[in-house]
């Protein structure tokens, strides 16, 4: 089965810090997504990555950046984190070809306070 | 863009009963692939059934089936039987092609299955 393994589960920082999150995957998969999940929005992805060093500007990148060093790890970084960036984060990964769903991490509860 | 719209913020049903989660989505593309995400209470995100816009027959898996209208823009979910562990959020989603694999997902619909 993939796994997608998200550093932490509940992460509590303050206004101003750098924030990371970290997602690191098993299955040897191209693509490589973070999202943002708040209630009444569903899911906004904020980045994704199709390889190493690539990345690509999703929905709401603002705010937000991504580091691809290792095609199994994908990084969100929250430069100077604010109080509207407080939110479940989720990471994915998946395969490309005809038809590769992609395999959810369990989510990381962000609050900035 | 494309666009995904569940307008059922919240359902409940009974155990054994069939449910109908509604989506209705809006694109100029002629081809291509619609989803239906699971999310239980444990938040891991897990893929119920997907829909190839060029095929006309819908999709099943088990107890899950789609309703796809391409005309009309709509890919509903029905659970037929349903069970105390369907309880969770279910997103629909939209992918445009392959070579392209972003999803864009509606703002879910919690299902709660009432014993």
């Known amino acids: 089965d993939v796994k997608v393994t998200q550093s932490s589960r509940y992460l509590v920082k303050r206004t101003g810090e750098k924030v990371f999150l970290e997602c690191v995957q098993d299955m040897d998969h191209e693509n490589m997504f973070w999202y943002r999940q708040d209630p009444g929005l569903g899911l906004r992805l904020i980045y994704f990555s199709y390889d190493v060093k690539m990345k690509e500007k999703g929905d709401i990148p603002e705010g937000y950046s991504v580091s691809r060093e290792k095609k199994e790890r994908f990084s969100l970084i929250l430069e100077s984190a604010s109080t509207n960036q407080t939110s479940m984060y989720l990471c994915?990964?998946?395969?490309?070809?005809?038809?590769?769903?992609?395999?959810f991490g369990d989510g990381t509860r962000l609050s900035i306070l | 863009a494309q666009t995904v719209t569940q307008s059922q913020p919240e359902m409940s049903v009974q155990e054994a009963e069939t449910v109908t989660l509604s989506c209705t989505y809006d694109?100029?593309?002629?081809?291509?692939?619609l989803f239906w995400y699971k999310q239980p209470p444990s938040r891991q995100m897990i893929l119920v059934i997907r829909?190839?816009?060029?095929?006309?027959q819908n999709a099943t898996e088990n107890r899950f089936s789609v309703n796809f209208q391409k005309a009309a823009k709509s890919f509903s979910l029905k659970i037929s039987d349903s069970q105390l562990g369907d309880t969770a959020m279910y997103f629909c989603a939209f992918m445009k092609d392959f070579g392209n694999e972003k999803l864009t997902f509606g703002t879910g619909t919690r299902l709660t299955i009432i014993p």
């Open positions: 994915a990964s998946s395969g490309t070809g005809i038809y590769q769903p992609q395999h």
């Open positions: 829909q190839e816009a060029y095929k006309q």
């Open positions: 694109t100029s593309e002629s081809n291509y692939y």
